[in-house]
């Protein structure tokens, strides 16, 4: 073997050594790598199962409040309803009564207004047990008209108050 075969070889042995031993570098990093790889992975896969978590008990309570104030609106609706009918009925009756001449809607005169010239006495009949000053009864038509004003304002009132207690109940 002359000098350069030698030489070529003791290359080519220490080209292989350098092969071999870049190889299992590489090899050891590959390990040490998919090791920090798995470690992050697993505490990647912790962490997204713990803001899973708190998303969905967040999600839990959203739908709990909700649900409470729901409830609430609802008994609350229930509860203006009923008012609404009750005085809607209470009116009806009102507006049957005087209808039927079973109640009569009256007004106090001003005794002390000369302008009014109204003849009405002042003290009641044998007939009425009206103890005060003057009064004179409304035409029935003109009665209906006025409890239906009234009727209107009650409606609205009702309506107010409820839409208050919506607003008190969702700004809780």
Known sequence: MTPLQKLASLDALVLLAMAVSFGAAWQVQDWRLG???AEQSGQFQTD???IGNAAA???RADQDKRLAIE????TS???????LFDAQRHQ???RDRLATADVRLSVLLDATDSASGCNVPATPGAVGVVHATRRV????AHAQRIIDVTDAGDQGLI????CQAYVRDIAR
């Open 35 to 37: 090791k920090v790889l």
């Open 48 to 50: 997204l199962g713990a």
């Open 57 to 59: 008990a967040q999600v």
């Open 71 to 74: 409830q609430q609106l609802a």
């Open 77 to 83: 609706d229930q509860k203006h309803t009923k008012e």
């Open 92 to 94: 009806a009756l009102l």
């Open 137 to 140: 009864q409304l035409d029935p």
């Open 159 to 162: 309506a107010l108050r409820a």
